[in-house]
């Protein structure tokens, strides 16, 4: 099995009231492709911080970040704009959707900066949510949606250009404990089903044991 993601030595600290925190300390994984690897530690262990590097949103960091055959310290800007949009999707802890267009719309806008045609790009938009369950909840707007709904949508944008591998930071870390079972097995079951890897940040060990792998963040290094 090839790999989506290699990272290999992977350190960023972040300086503090005059002090330097080393968050990330040297952290190597593989994510093969496919695969759904749950990323596990409590709460400033780093997750957040390790996901944004991978996600090419953040510099700062030394170390090897490879997303399928590129390396992102060899990028410049535009590419790593490039392999955000072509390679990687995103699902944060709250929602982000654009507030004034509808879940469709919402989906919709991905593809189409991604270059889609908007027939098609409609057409998919539609078959995804409805695959969540929203099927009567296309023309809501995100104000009009509850919380669980959200963040279906939210899956539905990540999945939506057919990213390699999508990047999850608490996705369902804002709802309560029996919306967030459903939607994260609702999730598990789309991201297999279109064949994308995927690395999920969690806090929550029930969350983690239903992914294929766990790796376990603890003191800047995985265990
Ligand atoms: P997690 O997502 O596991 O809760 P984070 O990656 O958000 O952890 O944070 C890990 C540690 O790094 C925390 O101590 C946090 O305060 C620190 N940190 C994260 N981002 C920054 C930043 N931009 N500036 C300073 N410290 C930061
Ligand atoms: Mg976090």
């Known amino acids: 099995m ?4 290699q990272v290999a030595g992977l350190r ?3 300086v503090q009231g005059g002090v330097e925190i080393h968050v990330l300390r040297g952290v190597d994984l593989k994510v093969g492709e496919g695969e759904i690897v749950a990323l596990l530690g409590p709460s ?4 957040s911080t390790l996901l ?3 996600g090419l949103l953040e510099g700062g960091y030394e170390g090897s970040i490879r997303i399928k055959e590129l390396e992102a310290a060899a990028l410049k800007e535009t590419e790593r704009t490039a392999a955000r949009r072509d390679m990687l999707g995103f699902v944060y802890q709250f929602h982000h959707l654009l507030p004034d267009f509808s879940a469709l719309e919402n989906v919709v806008l991905a593809q189409l900066v991604h270059g889609a045609a908007r027939a098609e790009a409609t057409a998919r938009a539609e078959s995804l949510l409805g695959a969540l369950g929203l099927a009567e909840r296309l ?3 995100p104000s009009k949606l509850s919380g669980g709904e959200q963040q279906r949508v939210a899956v539905a944008r990540a999945l939506a250009n057919k ?3 999508i990047l999850a930071d608490e996705p369902t870390g804002n709802l309560d404990e029996a919306t967030a079972d459903i939607v994260f097995a609702e999730f598990l079951r789309l991201v297999r089903e279109e064949g994308s890897a995927a690395l999920v940040a969690t806090h929550n060990e029930r969350i983690a044991a239903k992914m294929d792998r766990i790796l376990r963040l ?4 995985i265990e």
């Open 2 to 5: 090839s790999d989506v993601l």
């Open 44 to 47: 400033g262990s780093g997750k």
């Open 218 to 221: 603890h003191d800047g290094v």
């Open 12 to 14: 960023r600290s972040f």
């Open 52 to 54: 944004q590097a991978v």
């Open 139 to 141: 023309t809501h707007k």
């Open 163 to 165: 990213p390699a591998l």
